[in-house]
């Protein structure tokens, strides 16, 4: 699965719509408010944080066309360390003590102040991957750090859209990819 087809053909009849909507995500058109740039890095931040081995591999080919190294080893870290944050934070919102939101994290977060990215950029990654992840918290501050530095919703729900198309394409390819193990197995 190393072109934007394949992973498409790879695609069972019952997910059509995913197959039609990451085309259309990956592009200009289909993204309003993002560059290419940005579409790309979003694409290889949400297919790290999928948890999809073989989505990952084959976006991490993809994105090396349209990203450099630094592009692509930010989209990594923010997938990185947003699997770590959305759990913490989460946990601090959903906990229904507000002390805890006031103790310190006591957790490394360096990368997002230094990302080797503009931090504009860095911020969509995390907003993505958040989404991705389900933390209110996060979400809420990445969607506010991307609108002071100047993008409008559009780009915001052009992000969300490409991190929920790229999700939801690894999840129902790891279940092909499951299936076939399964039917495999019973062959044998």
Sequence with gaps: MTTLEAIRDALP?????????LSSVLSAAGAPGLSET???AIALASAAASRNRRMLAAFDALAAAHLDAAQRQAAHAAAAIMGMNNVYYRFTHLVEDHEYAT????????????????????????????????????????????????????????????AATVHAVARVLENVQDADGAREARAA
């Design 13 to 21: 009849e019952y997910a059509r719509d995913l197959k039609l909507n």
């Design 38 to 40: 940005q579409i790309w």
């Design 103 to 162: 103790l310190p994290a006591r957790l490394r977060m360096n990368v997002i102040g230094n990302p080797g990215i503009a931090k504009v950029d860095f911020e969509l990654l995390s907003l993505a991957v958040s989404a991705i992840n389900g933390c209110g918290a996060c979400i809420v501050a990445h969607e506010r750090q991307v609108r002071q530095h100047g993008l409008g919703r559009e780009a915001v729900q052009s992000a969300v859209r490409i």
